[in-house]
């Protein structure tokens, strides 16, 4: 992934023209466009990094605001060139669309009309949809045999925005008032009651097309709670549900496109658990996350991946649970005690290994990331009730994509199920909810790092001047520090050495890539997660 923050900040911020939309035959969509993620999409299935070929497709284009009257020219124009979907085997051709939006049921009819005829939908790089835009785009769809509805397909690519709100703001208002019209308690009941048979009725034109279109319930639902009004000038982002991760792909049936798949040559902890997570979800379909530690409550201790962690391990013949045991190998490896098989790390120092206990009822969860001999980094999770022999390499229906293998731990998968490719996200230093009151008033006024950052800065130091939360919590971390050696001068030093060691070997400030925002963002919060723990122990004493 490319993380083009510029292309995409400008998506975000710019506005469209305001035109009535121009629906037309365009010239062929050219690549390269490769799979994002590996795909389970019936007859459209295709591992990460597969090639997808639009160039041979003819290209109908919606572009411009979405009025009345569009989707009738997109009609026109896909049965003169296009043969009946439910005689002929299929329609090889593409619609992408390029829209900010614009009448709430010209996008339905859109949408509609694209269904009705079979063909799939695309918003590319550089290209936005939203509001009525995206309902449009929900209408792709195609026909792989003669005389059937067809299944949901549609294609976004990571450098393009697809956003979604509750229609109420394109619902065309019934009641003209004349300007100096006063607002009496009549007309205002008037207005309320057209407000909302307006909004019961478009809620019920997107519920009666879900299960059509193959959306969730649950993006459904986010969709309709989303707020939006005419004027509203907040981010795109803050504006809009986007399609903008792993998840939202999967709960909108969108197949996510790149223009190249990117494997980072070093991950930091956060990039390799959130792999994990994504590989729990591919395989459960409902996944939460990799804990820290063997407990919720072990926040206090991150290290817990390379010192103290409860992965089993075989002594004397019995199965025990304690840190740090590996299989003796490189590479780790499935060993069965008293009919349990349990993924063992292996014993290179740089890999990642995590445990979940009975996450969701499913029994323990383990799961490790390491370095093969590509370069590559790979992930290998493991649940006993969840890969089974006998499920030959599904569960409940979902796909268990390292069955058989690792799989390669590339930008995206290193997002995790819920991680974001669009904009940045915020980092932000709070006290926590239970130390509140125990920061000296002193301490909690500071909102610098504790050096000076025009001086020859190491890269963990630079991260931290460069983002003001971690600044603040640098500073304050570093007071409780010399106030706590008041008591304790060697103890907490040594303490101080090791976590920093620790935070070092974990985030891995000095192996990052940080010109690759993704990995510059998830080693920030890395680094702030070991700040924060570091501040509890010294308010603690512990």
Request: with cysteine; glycine share 10%.
């Amino acid at each position: 992934m490319r993380w083009v923050i510029g292309l995409v900040a400008i998506l975000l911020g710019a506005a469209l023209p305001a035109r009535a939309a121009d629906v037309f035959r365009a010239g062929p969509i050219a690549g390269p466009l490769v799979r994002a993620f590996t795909d389970t999409v019936f007859g459209d299935s295709g591992a990460e990094g597969a090639p997808v070929d639009f160039s041979s497709a003819p290209h109908f284009r919606i572009e411009g605001t979405i009025v009345p009257g569009d989707a009738a020219k997109l009609e026109v124009l896909l049965r003169k060139e296009l043969p009946d979907p439910n005689v002929d085997w299929s329609n090889n051709v593409i619609v992408s669309l390029n829209s900010d939006g614009g009448d709430f049921y010209e996008g339905l009819a859109l949408a509609d009309v694209i269904t009705g005829f079979g063909v799939p939908t695309f918003v590319g790089p550089g290209d936005r949809c939203l509001s009525s835009c995206a309902i449009a785009f929900l209408g792709g769809h195609i026909v792989y045999v003669r005389r059937t509805r067809g299944e949901p397909l549609r294609y976004v690519h990571d450098e393009a925005i697809v956003g979604f709100h509750a229609p109420f703001s394109e619902l065309p208002s019934a009641i003209q008032l004349p300007e100096g019209t006063p607002l009496t308690d009549k007309l205002m009941t008037q207005i309320t009651r057209q407000f909302y048979g307006q909004a019961q009725a478009a809620i019920n034109e997107i519920t009666g097309r879900m299960a059509g279109w193959g959306l969730s319930s649950d993006f459904v639902f986010a969709m309709l709670t989303r707020e939006s009004f005419e004027g509203d000038t907040r981010p795109v982002a803050e504006r809009f549900l986007l399609i903008d991760s792993f998840k939202a792909a999967m709960e909108t049936g969108t197949t996510v496109l790149t223009s190249r798949v990117v494997y980072p040559q070093m991950i930091g902890y956060l990039d390799a658990r959130a792999a994990c997570d994504y590989l729990m979800e591919r395989a459960t379909g409902d996944w939460t996350s990799f804990l820290i530690g063997p407990n919720a409550d072990d926040f206090q201790t991150p290290e817990v991946i390379t010192e103290t962690t409860t992965q089993p391990y075989l002594q004397g013949g019995e199965m025990k649970f304690g840190s740090p045991r590996t299989n003796g190998q490189r590479f780790p490896s499935l060993e069965t005690f008293m009919d349990t098989p349990r993924l063992v790390p292996g014993a290179d120092p740089e890999a990642f290994y995590f445990t979940a206990p009975n996450t969701l009822g499913l029994g323990v969860s383990q799961c490790s990331v390491f370095r093969f001999d590509d370069g590559r980094w790979y992930a290998k999770a493991f649940n006993a009730n969840v890969y089974s022999a006998a499920a030959k390499g599904e569960y409940l229906g979902n796909l268990i994509l390292d069955a058989e293998a690792p799989v390669p731990v590339s930008l995206h998968i290193a997002l995790g199920p819920d991680g974001r490719w669009i904009g940045r996200q915020p980092i932000a230093f709070t006290e926590a909810d239970d130390l509140v009151g125990m920061y000296p008033d002193e301490i909690r006024q500071i909102e610098t790092p504790s050096f000076d950052c025009n001086g020859t800065l190491d890269p963990a130091g630079g991260v931290i001047c460069a983002e003001p939360a971690l600044g603040k919590a640098d500073g304050q971390m570093v007071a409780l520090f010399n106030l706590a050696r008041q008591k304790d001068p060697d103890g907490v030093l040594a303490a101080q050495r090791h976590w920093i060691a620790t935070r070092d070997r974990v985030c891995r400030p000095d192996r990052i890539d940080q010109t690759v925002p993704q990995l510059r963002e998830s080693l920030a919060v890395c680094i702030l997660m070991f700040i924060e723990t570091r501040s509890r122990s010294l308010i603690l004493g512990n």
